[in-house]
Every structure is written in C-alpha cells, then in structure tokens.
C-alpha cells in the first residue's frame, strides 16, 4: 500500500499592530468627541488635570475641551502606540461623563474585559408617578445599601442616574448585577434579592 501522504498547511501570517498614521483611507488623523452634559461640567473641571495627564502623557493621545461645543476632543498623534487606544480613552471619558468616578472609570483603560452598560428603568416595566419613583428607591436602598451590596457582590460599579442605569465591570458579572436590578423594578422584595446576592456570592467563591 502507498503511504498517505499528509498535506502540510502553510504556516499563519503574524501581522503587526497597525499605529494610526499606517492605516490606509484614515488620513493619518482620527478623531472621537464626546459631549459633556451640563451635570458633569463641575466634576470634569475638577478632575481635568489627572484626565489630561492620564490620556495626554500615558495614552499618548491629544485631548483638549471645546468648551463652546462642550465637547472633549479626543485625536491620534503620530506616537500613539496602537489604533485603538483612541477608542479606549473615548471609551473612558464616556463613562465619566455618564456618572462614574475617575478611578473607576480609568480602569477601562487598563482592562480590556471591562465594559459599560446602559439600560433605562422603561425598558424592564413602564412605571409612572410614585411607582416609579418607589422603583427607584428600591434600586438604592436605605442609605444606597442594596446598590452597594449588588456592586460588592458582583465586583461591578452601578450609576442610578434618574431613570438610567449604568453598570461598568466584566459582562458576566454585568449579567448578575442587571438581573438583580431588574428584579427590584419589577417589584422583588429588597430581602429575596439579598438572598439571591447571597447565593451569587458563594458560587462566585467556589469558582475563585
């Protein structure tokens, strides 16, 4: 019998990260803006020179504040390492535009598995006048405690903003976290969420 013979593939091409000035059509300049709502102008100011540092001198990434558009500016230099650093500091100025703090925004800049998500209260159950304002009591809790027992639990971080829910972490753990806050809109007693929030815990704990 004739031996088989065993094609051999080609090995894989390895390319390069492109840096923003290499990518053909993009004009060698990209550019991201994102707006400022009025409520965050205060807290932008605030914290402007550690925003700056941490895009200008780290990201390597023009930034600059347009204050008649009220807009941040975001543009690639020649230096910016990678092509999507861009959208990573856009990425992060957005979530500190919709209510998180600087640290716990800046993570998205150092982990790619981070993520934002957005949902308001109308998209669970539509709820008017003192049902939704209770709804929203219940998302919070006495003192905020729900809210920070659903964020400890689930290693997240929750922005209730009116009607808007905004949750940054890692999508399995956003999973949880929204669940849970889902449950408070349609009408869960704060005290079965706990209990779920205790059986998450100790599953999350086995699995660590």
């Not at 929750?158 to 408070?184: E, F, M, N, Q, W």
Request: with cysteine; hydrophobic share 40%; aromatic share 8%.
């Amino acid at each position: 019998m004739e031996a088989e013979t065993v094609a051999v593939l080609p090995r894989k091409p390895v390319f390069k990260a492109l840096k923003p000035q290499e990518i053909p059509d993009a004009g060698g300049v990209q550019f991201r803006k994102v707006p400022v709502p009025p409520h965050r102008v205060k807290p932008l100011k605030r914290d402007w020179e550690e925003i700056y540092n941490l895009v200008y001198d780290q990201m390597k990434v023009d930034i600059r504040m347009n204050t008649k558009a009220r807009q941040v500016e975001l543009k690639t230099r020649p230096d910016t390492p990678e092509i999507g650093d861009l959208q990573k500091c856009a990425d992060f100025i957005h979530a500190f535009m919709l209510g998180f703090g600087f640290e716990e925004a800046k993570d998205l800049l150092r982990c790619n598995e981070l993520y934002v998500d957005s949902f308001e209260i109308k998209d669970v159950k539509t709820l008017r006048g003192e049902h939704l304002s209770r709804a929203i009591g219940r998302l919070s809790g006495k003192f905020g405690r729900t809210k920070f027992a659903i964020q400890n639990t689930t290693e997240t971080r929750i922005v209730i903003a009116d009607t808007k829910i905004h949750i940054l972490g890692p999508y399995s753990r956003i999973k949880i976290a929204r669940r849970c806050l889902c449950d408070l809109i349609l009408g869960s007693p704060t005290a079965k969420v706990y209990s779920k929030l205790r059986q998450v815990a100790s599953r999350l704990d086995s699995i660590a």
